[in-house]
């Protein structure tokens, strides 16, 4: 087979499955729990969801497996942003699907949800899942952001596994997706279509997380892979002692990413976004937050440093979100037109001027021009400004910089500040899964395969008890309505799966706070290094900082 040397490896390792699951197909039994009620508005989603409300929490154990003999076509979608691991929840699913009836039968719909309703699909076959065993993205279908929402989406769906004998669909994705995938199940169930509906966590974001879900798929890695950069940058910056760096990294509107990165490195400056706007911090309150740690570490000679930068954080910033609904609403419709007519910056500057707020006005004046016009010129379909291209790093190095000029003024500041900005998203999804994602998502797959198989519909996969070695977590499934509650969408009260904020009493960021003063000002960076994939377990199969403290570990 071809690949690198590491492919060539990782090829042949063999996740490690829950306890339960070791012992072969034959020896997975069900234990059926007490009945759920979604976390909040109950009476709403239950009327919402007549045919799968309500259903019991199920664990697998070891015993004799009495699911029915059935002949299974499953198909399977990679939904959203790429996360490591997603191909070995396929490869999990698949495994457990040849060895219950080698004439079962795996569908791969290719390009996301887009590919069921467009009927493209791959069947999968040994030789062709065998190339992308324990590797990163999700290149083995493809994935996609369309969403499954509408009735007339859902009846093409049913007709496309009516077309093959669909018995199950599986559908990996985040919150909206998995959102998605409960009310497929139950348009399914209602249409008495006997397609079944399985949905898997995954984002690297680690925001769909609850009190059933302790992670989300990719997370892991993707924040080890960062963590690795970020150590390799605070060990450059620890050598040559003459750059502020400013990175910022993925994770949309949560901060979690930024988190368990600052956990993993001890950067000097960590933003929190949720902390930023619990505290309705302004740019200014920002900017001199970390302009303090540069002028005290500049005070002992250290004109260098390391901030982490949240991808959303600007949405958190009240007065910044105020200004981006101004905007919105200074070149709705039309007005985009006459904006984008002006020959230059200077007239369309006179133009934002006129028509913003005095106070949206000022805090407009006070960003760089780049950013100025980035506000402007990166626009989505709706005409909307895009905060997730705003270069937040930049943003800030800057605001950074007017602050010490001005300390310089005062006499306070003697330092040198020369910053270098670094964003990391990309780099992070798609690499290597750790041994944590390769055998979580394994036994994801294999999980979604025996909930199948049980006859379960609108659950997700559920694995638990992630902080252990594998042998003692926990696998069986969990219906997805457990934990929506009904939330403002679009004008349009939706049942949704709640996104979970980083908590701001949580035992993380607890952590961090009582930490961070003493970063800020010293030098007590971590170097976490690469993610290693053979060698002793404790440096091999640890999974995340966030999850240990979540756990008190
Ligand atoms: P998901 O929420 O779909 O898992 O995607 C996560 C993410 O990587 C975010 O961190 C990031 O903001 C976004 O996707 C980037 O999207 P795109 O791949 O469309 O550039």
Same mark, same amino acid.
């Given at each position: 087979m071809n690949g690198s040397p590491l492919q060539k490896v990782r090829y042949e390792y063999l996740p490690k499955l829950p306890g339960m699951l070791r012992?072969?197909?034959? &020896?997975i039994s069900v234990k059926v729990g007490n009945p759920t009620q979604s976390v909040a508005d109950q009476d709403k989603i239950k009327d919402l969801f +007549?045919? @799968?409300?309500?259903k019991e929490e199920i664990t697998f154990e070891k015993g004799?497996?009495?699911s029915a003999a059935k002949k299974q076509v499953v198909g399977v979608i990679l939904s959203g942003g790429q996360a490591p691991g997603g191909h070995n929840v396929v490869c999990g699913l698949y495994d457990a699907l040849k060895a219950t009836d080698k004439d079962n039968v795996l569908l791969g719909f290719k390009n996301g949800p887009s590919g069921l309703l467009e009927d493209d699909h791959i069947v999968f076959d040994d030789a062709y899942i065998n190339k992308f065993r324990?590797?990163?993205?999700?290149?083995?279908i493809g994935s996609g952001? @369309?969403?499954? &929402? @509408?009735e007339e989406q859902f009846a093409v769906a049913a007709e496309v596994c009516r077309k093959h004998g669909i018995t199950a669909v599986v559908i990996i994705g985040g919150d909206d997706s998995n959102t998605n995938a409960a009310v497929l199940a139950e348009y399914f169930a209602a249409h008495n279509t006997g397609v079944q509906v399985i949905g898997c966590p995954k984002t690297i974001?680690?925001?769909?997380?609850n009190e059933d879900i302790e992670c989300s798929f990719g997370f892991d890695t993707a924040t080890k892979t960062y963590s690795e950069l970020i150590g390799n940058i605070e060990r450059d910056a620890n050598s040559a002692k003459k750059y502020w760096h400013f990175v910022k990294v993925m994770g949309?509107?949560?901060s979690h990413v930024a988190l368990e990165c600052a956990l993993e490195t001890q950067p000097n400056i960590c933003l929190i976004s949720e902390e930023v706007a619990a505290k309705k911090m302004s740019l200014s309150q920002i900017a001199d937050y970390i302009a303090d740690s540069v002028e005290k570490r500049a005070a002992k000679g250290m004109n260098f440093g390391v901030a982490i930068i949240p991808e959303g954080v600007v949405e958190f910033v009240p007065e910044f979100s105020v200004l981006i609904k101004e905007i919105n609403e200074l070149l709705a419709g039309s007005k985009a037109d006459a904006f984008n007519a002006l020959p230059n910056w200077k007239e369309k500057y006179a133009f934002i001027e006129k028509g913003l707020s005095a106070e949206s006005m000022a805090v407009f004046a006070i960003l760089p021009e780049g950013i100025q016009q980035q506000l402007f010129l990166e626009?989505?379909?709706?005409?909307?400004?895009?905060?997730?291209?705003? &270069?937040s790093e930049k943003l800030f190095s800057a605001l950074v910089k007017d602050k010490l000029a001005a300390r310089k003024k005062a006499g306070t500041y003697k330092g040198k500040f020369s910053p270098l900005h670094h964003f990391f998203g990309y780099e992070g999804?798609?690499?290597? +899964?750790?041994n944590f994602d390769a055998d979580y998502c394994y036994s994801l797959g294999y999980n979604a395969f025996m909930l199948i198989q049980y006859g379960y519909t609108g659950y997700l996969s559920k694995v638990s008890n992630?902080?252990?070695p594998a042998d003692e977590w926990v696998a069986g499934g969990m219906p997805? @309505?457990?934990?929506m509650n009904i939330e403002r969408r679009h004008g349009e009260d939706k049942p949704v799966i709640r996104k979970a904020l980083v &908590?701001?009493?949580g035992k993380p960021f607890k952590y961090f706070e009582e930490h961070r003063d003493g970063w800020a000002v010293e030098t007590d960076y971590t170097y976490p290094g690469a993610i290693q994939y053979f060698g002793p377990s404790e440096v091999c199969d640890i999974t995340t900082r966030t999850l240990a403290l979540e756990k008190g570990e």
């Open positions: 012992n072969g197909i034959s &020896e +007549p045919n @799968t409300y309500g004799k497996n009495t324990n590797t990163g993205g999700f290149d083995i952001r @369309t969403k499954l &929402e @509408t974001d680690g925001d769909l997380k949309r509107s949560a626009r989505d379909p709706h005409g909307n400004v895009q905060v997730s291209l705003i &270069e999804r798609c690499a290597f +899964p750790s992630l902080s252990k997805i @309505t457990k934990m &908590e701001l009493d």
